[in-house]
């Protein structure tokens, strides 16, 4: 099993920045991948950002690419996703996700607000 819990959603500006962090617990040393979800009101959850292997490959989706950037400490278990250039369409609950022997893990989420 493995626990995800995020923090660091909140309120910004247009042009602003937010950090979320996301800290596994449990069995983390087979993790093959760690991503960052959204699900803006009545929108599918899709995939913002990944970092997967110990390459750390890192994928983002066309819309934040250039602006957000996925990284992670391995030491702690902790995987972040830095946020710039805030626009009102980035407005959305954020999920963790941890892949894991197949296996999807989720956080609660923390919710982003951008005003414009």
């Known amino acids: 099993q493995v626990q995800l819990v995020e923090s660091g959603g909140g309120l910004a500006q247009a042009g602003g920045s937010l950090r979320l962090s996301c800290a596994a617990s449990g069995n983390t040393v087979t993790i093959s991948a760690m991503g960052w979800y959204r699900q803006a009101p009545g929108k599918q959850r899709e995939l913002v950002a990944s970092?997967?292997?110990?390459?750390?490959?890192?994928y983002y989706v066309d819309s934040v690419k250039g602006r957000f950037t996925i990284s992670r400490d391995i030491a702690k278990n902790i995987v972040y996703l830095q946020m710039n250039s805030l626009e009102p369409e980035d407005t959305a609950v954020y999920y963790c996700?941890?892949?894991?022997?197949?296996?999807?893990?989720w956080g609660r989420g923390t919710q982003v607000t951008v005003s414009s």
């Open positions: 970092i997967r292997g110990t390459g750390g490959h890192t």
């Open positions: 996700n941890a892949e894991r022997m197949g296996i999807q893990y």
